[in-house]
């Protein structure tokens, strides 16, 4: 069957120059900057509402219901939506059976949620999450109807149709979370958060998507594809174990009102990075799969992402330490106030995911699925060994056991990226070092201000503004002066967004 038949299935296995892959990277993540900065000021917007309106226990309550959601969507189309990513060229059988496959996987998950919702209420030893667990279980069968579409748009470094199929959803479940808070529905607002951006989601895709499945399936295209995805799919299960891992500890040994505040803070301090970097991650790996014969290739967009998405959230993750305590008594309340802490330390780990998150994208383009499943494990026990032994000083314990292990894991992440993708470790650094300096500088000025600020008896909302205000100021003029490639990345990103502005650039589709 025709390869050209399948949107965005054409034959990659011609090198790309790396004009047009410079091009394609700084477009996908003029989208994904542009749609992220309206996205996340939506979240923010509504997670202040919500923990105004909600009781810690509450959010505690959901997040357990939640935290299987985070767990098991990130694996449950079996790797395949990765493996159509990164495939050179594509047929329409490969493209069906992959769906058929997902949406199986989909009701299979959906299904077995909600046999072991009973069974995870007595693990958690609080029988309230039981009915949550099971009203979020069809998520994982939605889910599995998008994600072809989503796989076959990211390929195609189609980025604008995703974005809008995000905002759209995000914007949904978020005017749905509010409302029923307001209507007292407390831990269910944030299941019905979910199920709407679920569903929404799904609607939007595939209006916007032209592909539709056949009635076809291929033992030969799974067998294919599945060399692939078997490894992305061990991976995302150790990546998610990492992820959850915290949370469930928390909630089964700590109860739901510890993990409450602990998931708040995990978000707020985690924020720049979940949301501005990680995304990013969505444009690298099919950008970087069509220079996959080209190892050194990848490495150059490996350092251009790093020092782009250090030096948008290093500053941010740095200057949330700083107002730690003053932001959480303004932004987020009184019930809130032993947050201040446990922001300063995860502000670490954040700091350390940050550096790491291209890794994973860079190890998949390159087809190394082995070693970042080897990395992955790696990561997996030393965080949750961190997590288990922290528990004994509460969440302080477990945020500062965190932080630990994440800073360990740079070095190794790192330097073994760096091999695979041909790059002296040395470019590795160089690509953060003006990032890093910057962030150091602010620091510097920020603190002696603090400290006079409280002598002089300044209230949390003078304080917050005034530092937020000279750390934004401190940190661009460092960055401006310290880090001249970056500045060039920064002009052609925005150069980017004008012309296509102006209709000088062709759309992605």
Partial sequence: MDQEAVPGGSDRASPQT????KTLLTRGAAWKIGSQTV????NLATTIVLVHLLAPADYGLATMALVLVAFVVAFSDLGLGSALVQRPSLTSVDTSTCFWISVGAGVLFSLATAAAAEPLGLAYGNRAVVPLILAISPVFFLDSLATTQRALL???VDFRSLEIRSLFAALAGSAAAVAAALEGAGAWALVIQQLVLASVSVVVLWGISDWRPSFEFSGQSLRELGAFA?????????????DTADNILVGRFLGAAPLGIYSVTYKTALRPMTGFVLPLQEVLFPVLSRAQANAARVGQGWLRVTRVTSAAALPLLAGLAIVAHPFVHVVLGAKWASAGTLIQILAIVGASQVLTASSGSVLAALGRMRVSLRLSAARTVLNVSAFAAGLHWGLVGVAAAYAASSVI?????SVITARYAHTPPLDFLR??????????LMAIALLPLRHLLI?????????LVVLTLAGGIVFTVSIWWRDR????????????SRRRADGALPSES
């Fill in 431 to 440: 690509a953060i070092a003006g990032s890093l300096q910057a962030a150091a």
């Fill in 154 to 156: 990211a390929r195609a």
């Fill in 455 to 463: 002598a002089e008896g300044a209230g949390a909302l003078l304080r």
């Fill in 18 to 21: 790396p004009t047009a892959l």
């Fill in 485 to 496: 490639t970056l500045r060039a990345e920064v002009r052609q990103i925005a150069g980017v």
């Fill in 39 to 42: 996205g996340q000021a939506v």
């Fill in 409 to 413: 894991m740079i070095v190794p992440t």
């Fill in 230 to 242: 078997w490894r992305t799919t061990g991976t995302s299960t150790l990546r998610n174990i990492n």
